[in-house]
């Protein structure tokens, strides 16, 4: 897994430019909502990253108008954020983007293509039920 993680990098730092953002902008842009606003700590907890990370990378967002940040209604002092109409429609374009398979799973068949799909999905559910207890 390691390995294919390790040559994913390039093309997901390439796909994501196209946009002119990084893989952490993108991800982080990913967890937003236009509806509930996210703490910035919140969001460095749900990317295992630093909360200067996430500051770094809301200053990015936020001048694109991509992200606004709020105070949140029930403690002022804790910042939040939420995507913005443009934020919303750059949020779509990258899903829709990383939606298609990067070449070296695309040269898979279908078939392979959904046991590899379903296998994955089966690792994530384990990893979310590892989460919860």
């Known amino acids: 897994m390691w390995e294919v993680f390790k040559a994913s990098r390039p ?7 196209e946009f002119d953002l990084t893989p952490l902008q993108a991800y982080a842009l990913k967890h937003l909502s236009t509806e ?3 703490a910035m700590n919140a969001l460095a907890d749900a990317m295992a990253c630093d909360a200067s ?3 770094w990378i809301a200053d990015r967002l936020e001048e694109r108008g991509l992200v606004e940040r709020r105070s949140l209604p029930h403690d002022r002092r ?3 954020l939420v995507v913005t109409p443009a934020g919303l429609a750059l ?16 040269n898979l068949t279908r078939a392979e293509q959904r046991t590899l799909r379903d296998i994955l999905d ?9 989460k919860q207890n």
């Open 36 to 38: 509930e606003p996210l």
């Open 11 to 17: 093309y997901v730092e390439a796909t994501m430019a």
């Open 53 to 55: 990370n996430v500051t």
């Open 78 to 80: 804790v910042k939040a």
């Open 122 to 130: 089966h690792a994530l559910d384990a990893l979310e039920e590892t």
């Open 91 to 106: 949020q779509k374009r990258v899903h829709a983007r990383m939606e298609e398979p990067p070449p070296p799973i695309a």
